[in-house]
């Protein structure tokens, strides 16, 4: 029989990783566009998963970001906002694809 309690602290680590899970999403569908030879729509969401890390962690609390908080707040903001931004910058600027002559 499963208590009140227990399932409360189920339903607590599942939120608590929502927001990991969710970006992980967005990646994983990055790659799978990539996979599929979409190079910068696969390349844009990867970046973009990357930016909405740094925005999720910068607005929410330390117990609901999971995975996401690694380090101190600001560093976890400017690396995953800087490698975003980056990764977004890269994928407009792509032309083709590595079969394209």
């Given at each position: 029989m499963i208590t009140v309690t227990g399932r409360?602290?189920?339903t607590e680590e599942i939120g608590r990783h929502a927001p990991f899970v969710l970006v992980l999403a967005i990646a994983a569908a990055g790659i799978l566009?990539?996979?599929?030879?979409?190079w910068r729509i696969g390349s844009g969401?990867?970046?973009?998963?990357?930016?909405f890390a740094a925005a999720l962690r910068l607005l929410l609390?330390?117990?609901q970001l999971g995975l996401i908080a690694l380090r101190r707040r600001f560093t976890?903001?400017?690396?995953?906002?800087?490698f975003g931004v980056l990764i977004v910058l890269v994928a407009a600027t792509i032309t083709g694809g590595p079969f394209d002559h």
């Amino acid at each position: 029989m499963i208590t009140v309690t227990g399932r409360r602290r189920w339903t607590e680590e599942i939120g608590r990783h929502a927001p990991f899970v969710l970006v992980l999403a967005i990646a994983a569908a990055g790659i799978l566009l990539i996979f599929l030879y979409h190079w910068r729509i696969g390349s844009g969401l990867i970046g973009g998963s990357l930016l909405f890390a740094a925005a999720l962690r910068l607005l929410l609390p330390e117990k609901q970001l999971g995975l996401i908080a690694l380090r101190r707040r600001f560093t976890d903001v400017l690396l995953y906002g800087g490698f975003g931004v980056l990764i977004v910058l890269v994928a407009a600027t792509i032309t083709g694809g590595p079969f394209d002559h």
